[in-house]
């Protein structure tokens, strides 16, 4: 499966075409960022990298994304820390989303009734983002 260090702009395409919304203002590049007197700015393979990019999603909820290039000193660790939890509103919706986001993927669970009463499944996607789809709706 396919990390999303340095992949950012792509998985949030990615993103965009699951959730049918458009980014707030555009994607911002690390070359659009004025550099500081006496500093060596990014190089030109780091210049079209994502620093910033937001996404509406579910619930008034935002994703955003940024690029960090390894000349930053930072490496991207994936780990199993993380999961972002969607709540739609309809099973349907549920289902929609699941499909969607495992494509390219791996489920983790499958969409199923759950001993508290709602539909819950999890997945990893394509870009080694790890889902949890939540519907507490029964239809």
């Known amino acids: 499966m396919a ?6 702009e792509e998985a949030f395409n ?4 699951v959730f049918g919304t458009e980014f707030v ?3 911002m590049r690390h070359g659009d960022v004025p550099v500081p007197e006496g500093q060596p700015g990014p190089s ?5 990298l994502v ?3 937001q996404l509406p999603i579910l619930g008034g909820h935002l994703l955003m994304g940024t690029d960090v290039p390894e000349s930053m000193g930072v490496n991207l ?6 999961y972002i939890c969607l709540h739609p509103d309809t099973r349907a919706e549920a289902d929609s989303l699941f499909a ?3 494509a390219g993927g791996t489920v983790q669970m ?3 009734e759950m001993f508290w009463g709602d539909y819950y499944g999890s997945l990893v996607d394509k870009f080694g983002v790890q889902w949890m789809i939540n519907c507490a709706s029964k239809s």
């Not at 990390?3 to 950012?8: E, L, N, P, S």
């Not at 990615?14 to 075409?17: I, L, P």
Request: aromatic share 6%; net charge positive; proline share 3%.
């Open 3 to 8: 990390r999303i260090a340095r992949r950012t």
């Open 14 to 17: 990615f993103y965009k075409a």
């Open 25 to 27: 203002n555009g994607i």
């Open 44 to 48: 030109d393979d780091d210049k079209q």
């Open 51 to 53: 620093i910033n990019v």
């Open 77 to 82: 660790n994936q780990g199993n820390n993380v």
């Open 100 to 102: 969607a986001l495992s």
């Open 110 to 112: 499958p969409l199923q």
